[in-house]
């Protein structure tokens, strides 16, 4: 009775098949290994990420719901309050429908944290398209920024920063990660538990209809070729019914009447059911014909695997039923009694009175986990050995040195990305005191002095010239743009997105990756607090880069000296944090590695980049200290576009010039001007404050170069590059509309 | 003052209005839930920004029929002061309590950022700590806030001196570039004929506090307790 094509569908092997039975001690019935499809999927069961995932350090002093334990990761800030936050894809569901995977993404992500009784208080998007040359390219990145624009909009949520990248690996399968932050009392956080034998589920929010069907096994953990066949898989969202949802759950949390909260999201009431009831010790047992539905005919199958929207599971204290139904019908939100906690630990799956499925949870939430064996392919051998130095030094073309930096900051890649985010409500709430735009925002947490910075970052280019530097260099850079801030790194949280991890070259680069971002965060002493995996992003055999993304949570203890890229006055002193003046690393052939200026304006992608772990967290150290002792007036992660680029948009920000007095001696002008070395910052500091920071850089042993000064309105990087700041203003702000021809 | 703040489904300026008047302000405040149809004493109504019953249909269609409208529009009748900001401007004009409609931006996007305003008028209750012609700067956050009348009505409206807000450059000059959403004749705020009901597309409590970005949005509400004092001094 089980064939392929079924398996297929549900995307299991025949072996896990077979592992299914054994373990049951019979064959399972349909329903029952729909279950398992969902529930054994990557996208729920992490069966070839689980062994590596745990390589991420995930304890730390603040860490209150560490990595796994719950929908979203926890840390305390202070005041009895705590920090909740994930990080989640939703690229598959992107690339078939923009607008509603899009859409949708946040939807589920904002659901991961108020289902833990958290307000949410910021949304930060992290996209990733192909080149905006090609129409369906401008089609996805146009409904995609559409999509989250109206749901996150409607919902009332600040949308406070995140990344757009554009590469032609992403070209069909563009990445959609959305990350959402939430403020919680530390002591009224809820947990998404099912026990206590006698206590009652009911299912609250939209009607269950066919949409989403094997979102989780089918979309999210396998490759696909004809997206068609698949659209219906895409599940379309409600944002208004979305706003009462969450504004019922935190009044019902306050409550004290429920024991648990969950929401339905991948694999819909199957995986909230399971997952809820395996945490709580207990099993749960489902009547389907008590679920509310929008069509006729649905089968158990369909209501267990449905991944309609806007859906929480409530477990209710037993008595307490008609008050939360009271509770829920002031916001117009239609609940039901859908089943009961079991003192047996297994989901039995009623259909009235007939039991239609019924499988012990164990087995159920333990998937067999892979370990496999990696290897770098030949390809990425080849361009790592590319010798650079074999390059001309020099900007394609005939183009001058300051044609080519204008070039960079018109490039979609560089180019200011607020003809995105001003689609996006980023003052809501009104605690946006740094917004989009600049390394990192800033929020303010009202009836304290302390604020937030949070960043999301990851260079997916450099992970697939180097996983493990580029992973490594994922937590750097996210870090870094939060100390720009004036934040301390307090935790992170991770969406690995990579290919099919069946592929030697693609879970070698996922086993790198991890280990690079590992040894960072163990330097930076920052835990992984929560995250989520995306695999199997490829289309016709083509994986996207291996790109995993860092959404980073910083503190500051003080709001009002936060830190902004802007140069402040003239006549500061601008120093690069983390480099000398000799000829070296940061100068030589090795810093164009990866870089957006070989990728951009030479075609190629090619090097080794390198980070140094030690010297990052130096250079970091010296940059927040010297903002905490307002020294430093301005900071900036000095990344994509290197030195040139990040001169010329501290200039822009702040609406002045710089002329530089002294620069490293270049190995090469190109290497000078645009390479990418890791560890360095571009900061700014009142005259009379400059000796005090150079001295705190000799203690810390972080080299530092001074640069020249802030004043006039040219950008003078002599003999190189000599232009108005307005005319980089201008490339810098309009680059990206151009590209998008809107 | 005693200020209600109305909540619909759908709401979210709710809370920011409720912070600005109750800990910036030190205003009394309680919120009003789209059910009730009392105002509970509030000398001052506020129906704040959101997308009132999700606004599917056009925005502010529905909550005009919340049984709270009812006594919105009878407060006003006799006088009330009642603010609406974004939403609550689009729920102002839907009702009827002012003239025009807000359709969709020219450009078909969300706009969120900051606009200079001139205020074109000092003398109503939400503008009166203001200087004639002052430029305020305050943020926006809408989709549907291209103001649209017919031309008699804009014409009565210009007589009347009912526009009290429009779009403009930072030196206050009337320009096409400073209107972000095709506004006719770049309004931005209006009053009723009687100078008691007040709809807005910027939000004025998004910038009551520097750190937020600026305070200008104070002038709006210092300008509502001014009134009441004067009013009170009157009696």
Same mark, same amino acid.
């Given at each position: 009775?089980?064939?392929?094509?079924?398996?297929?569908?549900?995307?299991?092997?025949?072996?896990?098949?077979?592992?299914?039975?054994?373990?049951?001690?019979?064959?399972?019935?349909?329903?029952?290994?729909?279950?398992?499809?969902?529930?054994?999927?990557?996208?729920?069961?992490?069966?070839?990420?689980?062994?590596?995932?745990?390589?991420?350090?995930?304890?730390?002093?603040?860490?209150?719901?560490?990595?796994?334990?719950?929908?979203?990761?926890?840390?305390?800030?202070?005041?009895?309050?705590?920090?909740?936050?994930?990080?989640?894809?939703?690229?598959?569901?992107?690339?078939?429908?923009?607008?509603?995977?899009?859409?949708?993404?946040?939807?589920?992500?904002?659901?991961?944290?108020?289902?833990?009784?958290?307000?949410?208080?910021?949304?930060?998007?992290?996209?990733?398209?192909?080149?905006?040359?090609?129409?369906?390219?401008?089609?996805?990145?146009?409904?995609?920024?559409?999509?989250?624009?109206?749901?996150?909009?409607?919902?009332?949520?600040?949308?406070?920063?995140?990344?757009?990248?554009?590469?032609?690996?992403?070209?069909?399968?563009?990445?959609?990660?959305?990350?959402?932050?939430?403020?919680?009392?530390?002591?009224?956080?809820?947990?998404?538990?099912?026990?206590?034998?006698?206590?009652?589920?009911?299912?609250?929010?939209?009607?269950?209809?066919?949409?989403?069907?094997?979102?989780?096994?089918?979309?999210?953990?396998?490759?696909?070729?004809?997206?068609?066949?698949?659209?219906?898989?895409?599940?379309?969202?409600?944002?208004?019914?979305?706003?009462?949802?969450?504004?019922?759950?935190?009044?019902?949390?306050?409550?004290?009447?429920?024991?648990?909260?969950?929401?339905?999201?991948?694999?819909?009431?199957?995986?909230?059911?399971?997952?809820?009831?395996?945490?709580?010790?207990?099993?749960?047992?489902?009547?389907?014909?008590?679920?509310?539905?929008?069509?006729?005919?649905?089968?158990?199958?369909?209501?267990?695997?449905?991944?309609?929207?806007?859906?929480?599971?409530?477990?209710?204290?037993?008595?307490?039923?008609?008050?939360?139904?009271? @509770?829920?019908?002031?916001?117009?939100?239609?609940?039901?009694?859908?089943?009961?906690?079991?003192?047996?630990?297994?989901?039995?799956?009623?259909?009235?009175?007939?039991?239609?499925?019924?499988?012990? @949870?164990?087995? %159920?939430?333990?998937?067999?986990?892979?370990?496999?064996?990696?290897?770098?392919?030949?390809?990425?051998?080849?361009?790592?050995?590319?010798?650079?130095?074999?390059?001309?030094?020099?900007?394609?073309?005939?183009?001058?040195?300051?044609?080519?930096?204008?070039?960079?900051?018109?490039?979609?890649?560089?180019?200011?990305?607020?003809?995105?985010?001003?689609?996006?409500?980023?003052?809501?709430?009104?605690?946006?005191?740094?917004?989009?735009?600049?390394?990192?925002?800033?929020?303010?947490?009202?009836?304290?002095?302390?604020?937030?910075?949070?960043?999301?970052?990851?260079?997916?280019?450099?992970?697939?010239?180097?996983?493990?530097?580029?992973?490594?260099?994922?937590?750097?850079?996210?870090?870094?743009?939060?100390?720009?801030?004036?934040?301390?790194?307090?935790?992170?949280?991770?969406?690995?997105?990579?290919?099919?991890?069946?592929?030697?070259?693609?879970?070698?680069?996922?086993?790198?990756?991890?280990?690079?971002?590992?040894?960072?965060?163990?330097?930076?002493?920052?835990?992984?607090?929560?995250?989520?995996?995306?695999?199997?992003?490829?289309?016709?055999?083509?994986?996207?880069?291996?790109?995993?993304?860092?959404?980073?949570?910083?503190?500051?203890?003080?709001?009002?000296?936060?830190?902004?890229?802007?140069?402040?006055?003239?006549?500061?002193?601008?120093?690069?944090?983390?480099?000398?003046?000799?000829?070296?690393?940061?100068?030589?052939?090795?810093?164009?590695?990866?870089?957006?200026?070989?990728?951009? @304006?030479?075609?190629?992608?090619?090097?080794?980049?390198?980070?140094?772990?030690?010297?990052?967290?130096?250079?970091?150290?010296?940059?927040?200290?010297?903002?905490?002792?307002?020294?430093?007036?301005?900071?900036?992660?000095?990344?994509?576009?290197?030195?040139?680029?990040?001169?010329?948009?501290?200039?822009?920000?702040?609406?002045?010039?710089?002329?530089?007095?002294? %620069?490293?001696?270049?190995?090469?002008?190109?290497?000078? %001007?645009?390479?990418?070395?890791?560890?360095?910052?571009?900061?700014?500091?009142? #005259?009379?404050?400059?000796?005090?920071?150079?001295?705190?850089?000799?203690?810390?042993?972080?080299?530092?170069?001074?640069?020249?000064?802030?004043?006039?309105?040219?950008?003078? %990087?002599? #003999?190189?590059?000599?232009?108005?700041?307005?005319?980089?203003?201008?490339?810098?702000?309009?680059?990206?509309?151009?590209?998008?021809?809107? | 003052?005693?200020?209600?703040?109305?909540?619909?489904?759908?709401?979210?300026?709710?809370?920011?209005?409720?912070?600005?008047?109750?800990?910036?302000?030190?205003?009394?405040?309680?919120?009003?839930?789209?059910?009730?149809?009392?105002?509970?004493?509030?000398?001052?109504?506020?129906?704040?920004?959101?997308?009132?019953?999700?606004?599917?249909?056009?925005?502010?269609?529905?909550?005009?029929?919340?049984?709270?409208?009812?006594?919105?529009?009878?407060?006003?009748?006799?006088?009330?002061?009642?603010?609406?900001?974004?939403?609550?401007?689009?729920?102002?004009?839907?009702?009827?309590?002012?003239?025009?409609?807000?359709?969709?931006?020219?450009?078909?996007?969300?706009?969120?950022?900051?606009?200079?305003?001139?205020?074109?008028?000092?003398?109503?209750?939400?503008?009166?700590?203001?200087?004639?012609?002052?430029?305020?700067?305050?943020?926006?956050?809408?989709?549907?806030?291209?103001?649209?009348?017919?031309?008699?009505?804009?014409?009565?409206?210009?007589?009347?001196?009912?526009?009290?807000?429009?779009?403009?450059?930072?030196?206050?000059?009337?320009?096409?570039?400073?209107?972000?959403?095709?506004?006719?004749?770049?309004?931005?705020?209006?009053?009723?004929?009687?100078?008691?009901?007040?709809?807005?597309?910027?939000?004025?409590?998004?910038?009551?506090?520097?750190?937020?970005?600026?305070?200008?949005?104070?002038?709006?509400?210092?300008?509502?307790?001014?009134?009441?004092?004067?009013?009170?001094?009157?009696?």
């Amino acid at each position: 009775m089980i064939d392929q094509s079924t398996l297929d569908e549900i995307a299991l092997s025949w072996e896990e098949y077979r592992l299914i039975a054994q373990r049951l001690g019979r064959e399972p019935n349909p329903l029952e290994l729909g279950l398992f499809g969902a529930l054994w999927s990557e996208h729920c069961g992490y069966k070839n990420s689980k062994p590596l995932l745990r390589l991420f350090p995930t304890e730390g002093e603040h860490v209150l719901v560490g990595a796994g334990k719950e929908n979203a990761g926890a840390v305390a800030i202070g005041h009895g309050l705590a920090i909740v936050m994930k990080i989640e894809s939703h690229n598959h569901p992107s690339a078939i429908e923009p607008y509603q995977g899009a859409a949708t993404g946040v939807g589920g992500i904002v659901r991961d944290i108020f289902t833990m009784g958290a307000r949410p208080i910021a949304l930060l998007n992290s996209l990733r398209f192909g080149p905006l040359s090609e129409a369906r390219n401008r089609y996805l990145f146009g409904g995609v920024v559409g999509g989250i624009s109206d749901y996150g909009n409607c919902l009332g949520i600040p949308n406070v920063g995140g990344e757009v990248v554009f590469g032609p690996p992403y070209s069909g399968n563009p990445l959609v990660n959305a990350m959402c932050v939430g403020l919680v009392e530390a002591d009224g956080m809820v947990r998404a538990v099912a026990s206590g034998p006698g206590n009652l589920l009911m299912i609250v929010g939209a009607d269950t209809g066919r949409d989403g069907i094997h979102g989780a096994s089918g979309l999210a953990s396998r490759t696909f070729e004809e997206e068609r066949e698949l659209r219906s898989a895409v599940q379309v969202g409600n944002p208004f019914m979305e706003k009462l949802l969450l504004e019922a759950c935190l009044e019902l949390v306050q409550t004290g009447w429920i024991v648990g909260l969950q929401d339905l999201g991948a694999a819909g009431l199957t995986s909230a059911a399971v997952e809820s009831g395996a945490k709580g010790g207990a099993g749960v047992e489902i009547d389907v014909l008590q679920v509310p539905r929008r069509e006729t005919g649905m089968d158990p199958y369909e209501v267990m695997l449905s991944e309609s929207q806007e859906r929480m599971l409530v477990v209710v204290r037993r008595g307490y039923q008609d008050r939360v139904k009271t @509770l829920f019908d002031k916001w117009g939100l239609h609940c039901a009694l859908i089943g009961r906690v079991i003192p047996e630990p297994e989901a039995r799956i009623l259909e009235g009175a007939r039991v239609v499925a019924a499988v012990p @949870l164990a087995i %159920l939430t333990a998937p067999p986990l892979y370990r496999r064996q990696g290897a770098p392919s030949s390809e990425v051998a080849r361009l790592r050995a590319y010798d650079l130095s074999s390059l001309p030094d020099a900007p394609p073309g005939g183009m001058s040195w300051s044609g080519a930096l204008l070039a960079l900051l018109a490039s979609p890649n560089i180019a200011s990305k607020r003809s995105v985010y001003r689609q996006y409500d980023h003052q809501v709430l009104i605690n946006t005191v740094v917004p989009p735009g600049g390394d990192a925002a800033v929020l303010r947490i009202k009836g304290t002095p302390k604020g937030i910075a949070l960043a999301t970052d990851g260079n997916g280019r450099l992970c697939y010239l180097d996983p493990f530097a580029g992973g490594a260099i994922a937590v750097a850079e996210a870090a870094r743009n939060v100390v720009c801030a004036g934040a301390e790194p307090l935790a992170l949280t991770n969406c690995l997105n990579f290919g099919n991890p069946e592929r030697p070259e693609v879970y070698y680069q996922l086993e790198e990756c991890i280990k690079g971002m590992s040894e960072m965060c163990q330097r930076l002493g920052v835990p992984v607090i929560s995250g989520n995996v995306s695999l199997y992003n490829e289309t016709a055999g083509q994986a996207v880069y291996p790109t995993p993304v860092v959404g980073m949570l910083g503190l500051l203890p003080d709001v009002t000296r936060h830190c902004t890229p802007a140069f402040k006055a003239a006549g500061d002193a601008v120093y690069l944090l983390g480099a000398d003046l000799a000829a070296g690393a940061t100068t030589g052939p090795e810093a164009l590695a990866g870089s957006e200026y070989l990728a951009h @304006l030479h075609g190629l992608v090619a090097g080794r980049p390198e980070i140094d772990l030690e010297l990052e967290a130096r250079v970091q150290q010296l940059c927040l200290e010297g903002i905490r002792q307002s020294w430093v007036r301005s900071a900036h992660d000095c990344s994509d576009g290197g030195l040139a680029v990040a001169l010329a948009e501290c200039c822009i920000a702040g609406g002045l010039g710089f002329t530089a007095s002294a %620069l490293p001696q270049p190995g090469r002008a190109d290497a000078l %001007l645009f390479g990418e070395a890791q560890s360095r910052i571009v900061v700014s500091v009142a #005259p009379e404050h400059a000796l005090a920071l150079e001295e705190r850089a000799q203690t810390l042993n972080v080299p530092l170069i001074a640069l020249g000064a802030v004043g006039g309105d040219r950008l003078a %990087l002599r #003999p190189w590059v000599d232009l108005p700041v307005a005319a980089a203003q201008d490339a810098w702000e309009h680059g990206l509309e151009r590209a998008a021809g809107s | 003052m005693k200020f209600g703040v109305v909540v619909f489904p759908g709401t979210w300026s709710d809370m920011d209005c409720y912070h600005v008047l109750d800990t910036v302000l030190h205003q009394e405040v309680r919120y009003l839930w789209h059910q009730e149809t009392d105002l509970g004493g509030a000398d001052c109504v506020i129906l704040p920004g959101g997308f009132s019953y999700g606004d599917y249909l056009r925005a502010g269609a529905l909550a005009r029929f919340a049984p709270i409208m009812g006594a919105v529009a009878d407060f006003a009748a006799r006088g009330g002061l009642v603010l609406g900001i974004c939403n609550g401007f689009q729920i102002l004009c839907e009702s009827g309590l002012l003239p025009g409609v807000l359709m969709r931006n020219r450009h078909l996007q969300f706009r969120c950022q900051w606009v200079h305003l001139r205020a074109e008028r000092a003398t109503t209750p939400f503008s009166g700590a203001m200087q004639p012609g002052q430029v305020l700067r305050m943020p926006i956050s809408h989709g549907e806030g291209n103001y649209y009348a017919d031309a008699e009505t804009l014409a009565e409206l210009e007589r009347r001196g009912q526009v009290v807000f429009r779009y403009c450059a930072a030196d206050g000059r009337i320009t096409e570039g400073a209107n972000p959403n095709g506004a006719l004749r770049n309004i931005a705020g209006i009053v009723n004929r009687e100078g008691n009901v007040l709809g807005m597309m910027p939000h004025p409590e998004r910038c009551c506090e520097p750190l937020v970005g600026g305070a200008d949005g104070l002038l709006v509400f210092q300008s509502l307790v001014q009134s009441s004092l004067k009013a009170l001094g009157a009696v």
